[in-house]
């Protein structure tokens, strides 16, 4: 089994800055992106930030220029910076790894950690 454990979230005020962190961790598996979602209450689930193995990012407009997705591949962790964070970034951010396990038979799947909550306020 593979598990995704994120961390950072909170509350901060408009103009301030949050770290997010997730982890992957199990065996025998191979991570081939990862990235960051979010969801506000009443709202879809919207892709934030990815990155895969190879380093290239795709960000949503909304973000650009103000959040940074980075990872460390050999812990399997990806992180997302975020400054000048306004009150319309509030929401629930879940970590997403696109990560194949391998064994008698290799499967692809998408994972999801916990969430964690952002709270910017104005």
């Known amino acids: 089994q593979v598990q995704l454990v994120e961390s950072g979230g909170g509350l901060v005020q408009a103009g301030g800055s949050l770290r997010l962190s997730c982890a992957a961790s199990g065996s025998a598996f191979r991570v081939n992106a990862m990235g960051w979602y979010r969801q506000a209450p009443g709202n879809q689930r919207d892709l934030v930030a990815a990155i895969t193995n190879g380093g290239s990012t795709t960000y949503a407009d909304s973000v650009k220029g103000r959040f940074t997705i980075s990872r460390d591949g050999a812990k399997n962790t990806v992180y997302l910076q975020m400054n000048s964070l306004k009150p319309e970034d509030t929401a629930v951010y879940y970590c997403?790894?696109?990560?194949?396990?391998?064994?008698?038979?290799?499967?692809?799947?998408?994972?999801w950690g916990q969430g964690t909550q952002v709270t910017v306020s104005s």
């Open positions: 997403n790894g696109d990560i194949t396990r391998w064994g008698t038979i290799s499967r692809r799947n998408d994972y």
